[in-house]
């Protein structure tokens, strides 16, 4: 048993000399879903892979309750999609002949498939609602102008009872399929779809009805070799491992809970397969999607959000997305559920809020294809010879390593393979094996290497018109599939490696080697002298300057001009002596294969200064630098005009930059030989920053300056060679004295601001505690710390600038004093003297209510009492006689207006004095005729 498993992408790592190379990664390619369909009766959504996070579109075409199902072709192209409504175009246009299809807007899911051996045919699959038959139509994309229409409409699969919950699942390494599904109370079926059409039904995992209500509503999902389905209306989940090859479970387990409600209906796989997800319909408020985790073989419940403010009866189907992120469709709802790391332990939720109200169904799709179809993974690289590379696949594991050339001799065993590349192709196979604990997965990878051509074309040439020289090139490669120079001008063969070359005039020619997809390039020049040449080359003073005759000359002797009996060398290349500061020309004479009489090359050296403007310098704006240039030759320097230097024409000009500047100098023995440099002044700035505390004596003072800058030191004004401290902020403690702080900042560019702080002592003073006298008392005061001081209320004073001051208060007051320094800052304390005042109220002990004038009434004195709460009286029997609360009043001896007899009464007074303190006096009065 042999297939591929895809999932992910190639990495692929070199130590050194990778080259990028013309070819690109070859794959066999498997379906992309770019989008995912979503139900609704007024509004079907699609969301579009094509961006991340995809983005949610309204179709305009109103669906239906549940099942729902679109085609897409490789490259992501909306092909046709279908739901019990009938099929629609990608236009979203109707195809006439899907009109009467035995699809249900109850049933749960809806399959398309290829017909093996028909290109642009496809398989609908189907039954009509709860356990019921199954049906197939056939979508043929070449009528109606390519936009397709149905044919073969309803035709019977099988009779039997059957659920709506139904897959199709690739058989790997063919184009034959297993529609799988359940036969109620029968068990788990598989259909053989093949060239031949769609086999008989095969029973292959015998299954009893579920518990409790399931009439057939479900979804049945398969993905990396693992198959899931929820019984709806039961408490039932299954799940199993899955041979794609032969159609075969193991492991089977059923899980079961009160938890789940009667209510299992979603059911889809995370990208990797390690967790299995199932949703639960008719169900909110509790847990309503499970997580089961296949390692540890147990579930976790979770509640996501839901969004919105309409009804939601619960959770539909589950589907995996292009970016290996779940989407769980609500159902009465207007929000997909995302789970964002199904792989993970604990799952992460979000919601993408959707233009309509959804049902239950999401376009089921053949999930194989799009995660793991199988592929024959190559790749091609170029890497230069010799170079390590690490050959390293996707999916982790061990794999046995070997090459094309000797497949069945495994050079390696191991999760990666380090090779050295070698000069000639190689391809390199690793074979793995994955899967479940019943069944194996095989993995294959190629890599095609070839090794990166190291082009020479060889060292540049010189000869003389009517010569020819080969040019001596080297490819780096064994066996070069295709060498060109360019141009061929002047060429004996341009596709020769080392072809003759005889161009009539001064030629760069390009070498192209091509290796498979690999390319290297190099160049190379050949110069064409004429038979006699004279040249002028500028030459540095000081300086030694090899010279070259042509190097088709022989015999060649050189000496200078004028004097040809004084051979100073001979050989095509001669160095002169040091240059100095006046024009030389030295003469070579040789033959050559079209000079026999001899041929003369003259070379005059021009002197050129040896020219430097001086260092570059950083100077403070306001400041000035003298330049300090050397080389120039005996007629001066001369320096581009700039307002800022003292003098053009002198080696030092004093520079006066107000901005950074950079100054152009020039010098010349020969005006065919000018030399020129030039320096910079960079001119910074530097700024201050004054400001003045008040700083209480003995206190912790933080100081601080911009964070911005590069470098931040802190000084005592008077002593800045030693440092306090770095950073935006420091920390002192104020003294009794003046003390001037600075931070000095400098910014990136190296401008500095200094901060200077200045702080002014502020002694605290102190007027003593809050003191307590009685009404009339007076208080004196002994202020410590101040002396120039001010009291308030300036008023009750009679001198409120003394430290020792009397007051008597008629009341309860607080004194503010405050102490100015002759630096302005000030501090102040508060004593409050509280005023105690007696409070009493004078009561006669008698009184005669006799009409005479004279002390007819009871009545209350008071002193010192701001509120009478109460004046009672009663009489020797204990009867109230009289009560006020009005100071004002008093007892005339009568109670209901009649006089009361003579006798001894008991009264109680309760009163508030000034200072708001609450008493009662009582006591006895006599009343007397």
């Given at each position: 048993m042999?297939?591929?498993?895809?999932y992910?992408?190639?990495?692929?790592?070199?130590?050194i000399?990778?080259?990028?190379?013309?070819?690109?990664?070859n794959?066999v390619?498997?379906?992309?879903?770019?989008?995912?369909?979503f139900n609704s009766?007024?509004?079907?959504?699609?969301?579009?892979?094509?961006?991340?996070?995809?983005?949610?579109?309204?179709t305009?075409?109103?669906?239906?309750?549940?099942?729902?199902?679109?085609?897409?072709?490789?490259?992501?192209n909306?092909?046709?999609?279908?739901?019990?409504?009938?099929?629609?175009?990608?236009?979203?246009?109707?195809?006439?002949?899907?009109?009467?299809?035995?699809?249900?807007?109850?049933s749960?899911?809806?399959?398309?498939?290829?017909?093996?051996g028909?290109?642009?045919?496809?398989?609908?699959?189907?039954?009509?609602?709860?356990?019921?038959?199954l049906?197939?139509?056939?979508?043929?994309?070449t009528l109606?102008?390519?936009?397709?229409?149905?044919?073969?409409l309803?035709t019977?699969?099988?009779?039997?009872?059957?659920?709506?919950?139904?897959?199709?699942?690739q058989?790997?390494?063919?184009?034959n399929?297993?529609?799988?599904t359940?036969?109620?109370?029968?068990?788990?079926?598989?259909?053989?779809?093949?060239p031949?059409?769609?086999?008989?039904a095969?029973?292959?995992?015998p299954?009893?009805?579920p518990?409790?209500?399931?009439?057939?509503?479900?979804e049945?999902?398969?993905?990396?070799?693992?198959?899931?389905?929820?019984?709806a209306?039961?408490?039932?989940?299954?799940?199993?491992?899955?041979?794609?090859?032969?159609?075969e479970?193991?492991?089977?387990?059923?899980?079961s809970?009160?938890?789940?409600?009667?209510n299992?209906?979603?059911?889809?796989?995370?990208?990797t397969?390690?967790k299995?997800?199932?949703?639960l319909?008719?169900?909110?408020?509790?847990?309503?999607?499970?997580?089961?985790?296949f390692?540890?073989?147990?579930?976790?419940?979770?509640?996501?959000?839901?969004?919105?403010?309409?009804?939601i009866s619960?959770?539909?189907?589950?589907?995996?997305?292009r970016?290996?992120?779940?989407?769980?469709i609500?159902?009465?709802?207007?929000?997909?559920?995302?789970?964002?790391n199904?792989?993970d332990?604990v799952?992460?939720?979000?919601?993408?809020?959707?233009?309509?109200?959804?049902?239950?169904?999401?376009?089921?799709?053949?999930?194989?294809?799009?995660?793991?179809?199988?592929?024959?993974?190559?790749?091609?690289?170029c890497?230069?010879?010799?170079?390590?590379?690490?050959?390293?696949?996707?999916?982790?594991?061990?794999?046995?390593?070997?090459?094309?050339?000797?497949p069945?001799?495994?050079?390696?065993?191991?999760?990666s393979?380090?090779?050295?590349?070698?000069?000639s192709?190689?391809?390199?196979?690793?074979?793995g094996?994955s899967?479940?604990?019943?069944f194996?997965?095989?993995n294959?990878?190629?890599?095609?290497v070839?090794?990166?051509?190291?082009?020479?074309?060889?060292?540049?040439?010189?000869?003389?018109?009517?010569?020819?020289?080969?040019?001596?090139?080297?490819?780096?490669?064994?066996?070069?599939?295709?060498?060109?120079?360019?141009?061929?001008?002047?060429?004996?063969?341009p596709?020769?490696?080392?072809?003759?070359?005889s161009?009539?005039?001064?030629?760069?020619?390009?070498?192209?080697?091509?290796n498979?997809?690999c390319?290297?390039?190099d160049?190379?020049?050949?110069?064409?002298l004429p038979?006699?040449?004279?040249?002028?080359v500028?030459?540095?003073?000081?300086?030694q300057?090899?010279?070259?005759?042509?190097d088709?000359?022989?015999?060649?002797?050189?000496?200078?001009?004028?004097?040809?009996?004084?051979?100073?060398?001979?050989?095509n290349?001669?160095?002169?002596?040091?240059?100095?500061?006046?024009?030389?020309?030295?003469?070579?004479?040789?033959?050559?294969?079209?000079?026999?009489?001899?041929?003369l090359?003259?070379?005059?050296?021009?002197?050129q200064?040896?020219?430097?403007?001086?260092?570059?310098?950083?100077?403070?704006?306001?400041?000035?630098?003298?330049?300090?240039?050397?080389?120039?030759?005996?007629?001066?320097?001369?320096w581009?005009?700039?307002?800022?230097?003292?003098?053009?024409?002198?080696?030092?000009?004093?520079?006066?930059?107000?901005?950074?500047?950079?100054?152009?100098?020039?010098s010349?023995?020969?005006?065919?030989?000018?030399?020129e440099?030039?320096?910079?002044?960079?001119?910074?700035?530097?700024n201050?920053?004054?400001?003045?505390?008040?700083?209480?004596?003995g206190?912790?003072?933080?100081?601080?300056?911009?964070n911005?800058?590069?470098a931040?030191?802190?000084?005592?004004?008077?002593?800045?060679?030693?440092?306090?401290?770095?950073?935006a902020s420091?920390?002192?403690?104020?003294?009794?004295?003046?003390?001037?702080?600075?931070?000095?900042?400098?910014?990136?560019?190296g401008?500095?601001?200094?901060?200077?702080?200045?702080?002014?002592?502020?002694?605290?003073?102190?007027?003593?505690?809050?003191?307590?006298?009685?009404e009339?008392?007076?208080?004196?005061?002994?202020?410590t710390?101040?002396?120039?001081?001010?009291?308030?209320?300036?008023?009750?004073?009679?001198?409120?600038?003394?430290?020792?001051?009397?007051?008597?208060?008629?009341?309860?007051?607080?004194?503010?004093?405050?102490?100015?320094?002759?630096?302005?800052?000030?501090?102040?304390d508060?004593v409050?003297?509280?005023?105690?005042?007696?409070?009493?109220?004078?009561?006669?002990?008698?009184?005669?209510?006799?009409?005479?004038?004279?002390n007819?009434?009871?009545?209350?004195?008071p002193?010192?009492?701001?509120e009478?709460?109460?004046?009672?009286?009663?009489?020797?029997?204990?009867?109230?006689?009289?009560?006020?609360?009005?100071i004002?009043?008093?007892w005339?001896?009568?109670?209901?207006?009649?006089?009361?007899?003579v006798?001894?009464?008991?009264?109680?007074?309760?009163?508030?004095?000034?200072?708001?303190?609450?008493?009662?006096?009582k006591?006895?009065t006599?009343?007397?005729?």
């Amino acid at each position: 048993m042999f297939y591929k498993l895809l999932y992910g992408k190639l990495f692929l790592y070199t130590l050194i000399g990778l080259f990028t190379c013309l070819g690109l990664s070859n794959s066999v390619q498997a379906q992309l879903q770019r989008n995912l369909f979503f139900n609704s009766n007024s509004n079907v959504v699609r969301l579009d892979f094509a961006t991340d996070p995809p983005i949610p579109y309204a179709t305009g075409v109103a669906g239906s309750y549940e099942g729902i199902a679109h085609y897409e072709d490789g490259s992501g192209n909306l092909l046709f999609w279908f739901n019990s409504n009938g099929v629609y175009d990608q236009n979203g246009t109707f195809m006439s002949g899907s009109f009467g299809i035995f699809a249900n807007s109850s049933s749960a899911e809806i399959n398309i498939c290829p017909v093996p051996g028909s290109p642009n045919r496809y398989y609908i699959l189907y039954n009509a609602e709860t356990c019921s038959d199954l049906y197939y139509s056939i979508v043929d994309m070449t009528l109606n102008g390519g936009l397709g229409n149905v044919v073969s409409l309803n035709t019977l699969i099988n009779s039997s009872n059957f659920s709506e919950g139904m897959e199709v699942v690739q058989i790997p390494g063919t184009n034959n399929y297993w529609f799988l599904t359940y036969q109620c109370g029968v068990g788990f079926t598989k259909f053989l779809i093949s060239p031949s059409g769609i086999g008989p039904a095969q029973v292959f995992h015998p299954y009893p009805m579920p518990p409790g209500g399931y009439d057939g509503r479900c979804e049945f999902d398969y993905h990396r070799g693992r198959i899931g389905i929820g019984f709806a209306w039961s408490s039932q989940v299954f799940l199993a491992d899955f041979d794609p090859v032969e159609g075969e479970v193991c492991n089977p387990v059923t899980l079961s809970s009160p938890a789940f409600s009667n209510n299992p209906f979603g059911v889809d796989f995370s990208p990797t397969a390690n967790k299995m997800y199932f949703s639960l319909w008719y169900t909110t408020g509790v847990p309503n999607v499970f997580q089961y985790d296949f390692a540890s073989g147990t579930y976790t419940g979770y509640q996501p959000p839901l969004g919105g403010s309409g009804w939601i009866s619960g959770l539909g189907q589950i589907e995996l997305g292009r970016d290996g992120k779940l989407y769980i469709i609500e159902d009465g709802g207007s929000n997909i559920i995302v789970i964002n790391n199904p792989d993970d332990d604990v799952p992460v939720f979000s919601l993408i809020p959707i233009p309509s109200t959804t049902g239950l169904g999401i376009s089921d799709h053949i999930q194989s294809e799009v995660f793991d179809a199988g592929i024959d993974y190559t790749d091609t690289l170029c890497a230069a010879v010799s170079s390590p590379l690490v050959l390293l696949p996707d999916v982790d594991g061990e794999y046995w390593w070997a090459t094309s050339d000797n497949p069945d001799d495994t050079i390696s065993i191991g999760s990666s393979l380090l090779v050295s590349v070698a000069d000639s192709l190689i391809e390199y196979i690793a074979t793995g094996v994955s899967g479940t604990e019943c069944f194996s997965i095989f993995n294959q990878y190629q890599w095609s290497v070839f090794p990166q051509p190291d082009v020479d074309a060889g060292p540049d040439k010189t000869i003389q018109t009517g010569q020819s020289t080969t040019l001596d090139a080297s490819t780096g490669v064994a066996d070069a599939t295709f060498v060109i120079w360019f141009p061929s001008t002047g060429l004996d063969n341009p596709f020769s490696i080392t072809p003759t070359a005889s161009p009539t005039v001064t030629t760069t020619y390009t070498l192209t080697v091509q290796n498979g997809p690999c390319q290297g390039i190099d160049q190379v020049t050949v110069t064409v002298l004429p038979v006699s040449v004279t040249e002028n080359v500028c030459a540095i003073v000081g300086s030694q300057n090899a010279l070259n005759a042509p190097d088709t000359l022989a015999n060649v002797q050189w000496y200078l001009a004028g004097d040809p009996g004084n051979i100073l060398a001979n050989g095509n290349t001669f160095t002169p002596p040091v240059m100095g500061t006046s024009q030389i020309t030295y003469v070579a004479s040789g033959t050559g294969p079209n000079t026999p009489a001899g041929a003369l090359y003259a070379v005059t050296l021009l002197p050129q200064p040896d020219l430097k403007a001086g260092d570059d310098v950083t100077i403070f704006a306001g400041e000035s630098v003298t330049l300090n240039a050397s080389g120039g030759d005996q007629s001066g320097y001369t320096w581009a005009f700039d307002a800022s230097l003292s003098d053009l024409t002198i080696a030092n000009p004093i520079a006066t930059p107000t901005v950074t500047t950079t100054y152009y100098l020039s010098s010349a023995f020969d005006a065919n030989c000018p030399s020129e440099d030039n320096v910079t002044v960079t001119v910074l700035n530097q700024n201050s920053v004054q400001d003045t505390l008040c700083a209480v004596v003995g206190d912790q003072i933080n100081l601080s300056v911009p964070n911005t800058f590069a470098a931040i030191e802190w000084f005592d004004a008077a002593n800045q060679s030693a440092v306090l401290g770095t950073g935006a902020s420091f920390s002192t403690t104020a003294t009794a004295t003046v003390v001037t702080y600075v931070g000095h900042a400098t910014d990136a560019s190296g401008n500095i601001t200094d901060y200077y702080y200045t702080l002014n002592p502020n002694p605290t003073i102190d007027a003593g505690p809050d003191r307590t006298i009685l009404e009339g008392e007076s208080y004196t005061f002994n202020i410590t710390g101040g002396t120039n001081l001010q009291w308030e209320p300036a008023q009750l004073f009679s001198d409120p600038t003394s430290a020792t001051p009397t007051v008597t208060p008629a009341e309860t007051t607080t004194f503010t004093v405050t102490n100015t320094t002759d630096k302005g800052c000030q501090s102040s304390d508060e004593v409050t003297i509280t005023v105690k005042s007696d409070s009493y109220m004078l009561i006669p002990s008698g009184f005669s209510p006799n009409g005479d004038g004279v002390n007819d009434e009871l009545r209350i004195v008071p002193f010192n009492v701001s509120e009478l709460v109460s004046f009672v009286v009663y009489n020797r029997w204990g009867n109230k006689v009289f009560e006020t609360n009005d100071i004002t009043k008093g007892w005339d001896g009568t109670y209901k207006e009649e006089l009361q007899e003579v006798g001894t009464y008991v009264y109680y007074a309760t009163a508030v004095s000034k200072d708001g303190v609450e008493y009662t006096q009582k006591g006895n009065t006599i009343l007397m005729r």
